[in-house]
């Protein structure tokens, strides 16, 4: 009991109180624009939570609907390109030639904009869900392929030698030993990655497709006062998109590493 009172205060109470605070600023802020300043909606384009909330309630299945579209491609184009970063991570530890001929293009196709490569490549693909898919991934790869390429150098000498002291086998090095050392590395890859894989999928959405969070949104944007509700519910549902794939990863983080000196800390703290 004493550990969870612990971790009540100390770590959630913070979080509800500030999120508290914003909610307060949020719906004084709308009350002094629309009814003391007497600006227009469509001008303001703060509204009142209390009636987001409302929009919710009833356009929920909808937003649901297209959520569920908007989040199931960027988790397949997640998956796709965290796999991609992880096998290049792995050749370019293994060959240091191979690092020198791919790392350089790998950080020169980050210096593209994603707002001008998400219409390049749903005009070439012409297909929304592919453009989708392409984009998350192309978002993923290098923050998973840096980060785990880090986690797998970041073996110590000693360890290595020990290894070798057994005669071990490269593939056995590499499973016993370089993997499990870069999972708390690569899953911080992977929680970069998975909000901006989701951001990457409603760019695209924005660029004409026919499904998704994104579609609604940009649709609400410019139809008038009316709209501007069911506006910012696309917004705070694609915020919540991106706030639940970095939990997911956590999550998983938290089954495939407990070993970490973080997550051995807290579970010492709740006892």
Same mark, same amino acid.
């Given at each position: 009991?004493?550990?969870?009172?612990?971790?009540?205060?100390?770590?959630?109470?913070?979080?509800?109180?500030?999120?508290?605070?914003?909610?307060?600023?949020? +719906?004084?802020?709308?009350?002094?624009?629309? +009814?003391?300043?007497?600006?227009?909606?469509? #001008?303001?384009?703060?509204? &009142?939570?209390?009636?987001?909330?409302?929009?919710?309630?009833? /356009?929920?299945?909808?937003?649901?609907?297209?959520?569920?579209?908007?989040?199931?491609?960027?988790?397949?184009?997640?998956?796709?390109?965290?796999?991609?970063?992880?096998?290049?991570?792995?050749?370019?530890?293994?060959?240091?030639?191979?690092? #020198?001929?791919?790392?350089? &293009?790998?950080?020169?196709?980050?210096?593209? *904009?994603?707002?001008?490569?998400?219409?390049?490549? /749903?005009?070439?693909?012409?297909? +929304?869900?592919?453009?989708?898919?392409?984009?998350?991934? /192309?978002?993923?790869?290098? *923050? !998973?392929?840096?980060?785990?390429?880090?986690?797998?150098?970041?073996? #110590?000498?000693?360890?290595? +030698?020990?290894?070798?002291? /057994?005669?071990?086998?490269?593939?056995?090095? &590499?499973?016993?030993?370089?993997? *499990?050392?870069?999972?708390?590395?690569?899953?911080?890859?992977?929680?970069?990655?998975?909000?901006?894989?989701?951001?990457?999928?409603?760019?695209?959405?924005?660029?004409?497709?026919?499904?998704?969070?994104?579609?609604?949104?940009?649709?609400?944007?410019?139809?008038? *006062?009316?709209?501007? &509700?069911?506006?910012?519910?696309?917004?705070? !549902?694609?915020?919540?998109?991106? !706030?639940?794939?970095?939990?997911?990863?956590?999550?998983?983080?938290?089954?495939?590493?407990?070993?970490?000196?973080?997550?051995?800390?807290?579970?010492?703290?709740?006892?």
């Amino acid at each position: 009991m004493k550990g969870r009172s612990f971790l009540l205060n100390g770590r959630w109470l913070p979080a509800l109180v500030w999120a508290i605070a914003l909610i307060a600023l949020w +719906e004084a802020g709308s009350w002094f624009l629309l +009814e003391v300043r007497d600006v227009p909606l469509a #001008q303001s384009k703060l509204p &009142y939570i209390h009636e987001i909330i409302r929009t919710f309630g009833q /356009y929920g299945d909808t937003l649901f609907k297209e959520g569920k579209i908007t989040f199931g491609n960027a988790g397949l184009g997640f998956l796709l390109g965290a796999a991609a970063g992880v096998l290049l991570a792995v050749l370019m530890s293994v060959s240091k030639w191979i690092e #020198q001929l791919t790392f350089p &293009y790998a950080i020169a196709s980050q210096m593209i *904009p994603i707002l001008g490569l998400a219409p390049i490549i /749903y005009g070439i693909v012409h297909d +929304e869900k592919l453009s989708r898919i392409l984009i998350s991934g /192309y978002i993923t790869f290098f *923050p !998973v392929a840096l980060n785990m390429l880090r986690g797998l150098r970041s073996v #110590q000498p000693s360890a290595l +030698e020990l290894m070798r002291s /057994y005669a071990a086998k490269p593939w056995s090095v &590499y499973w016993k030993l370089r993997f *499990p050392a870069s999972l708390p590395s690569l899953f911080s890859g992977l929680k970069i990655a998975a909000p901006l894989a989701v951001t990457g999928a409603i760019l695209v959405e924005l660029m004409g497709a026919q499904h998704g969070v994104g579609v609604i949104m940009l649709r609400n944007l410019y139809y008038g *006062p009316s709209h501007t &509700y069911m506006f910012w519910s696309t917004v705070i !549902v694609g915020a919540v998109l991106g !706030v639940l794939s970095y939990l997911i990863i956590s999550i998983i983080e938290r089954v495939a590493a407990p070993w970490q000196p973080d997550f051995r800390a807290k579970q010492g703290g709740d006892r």
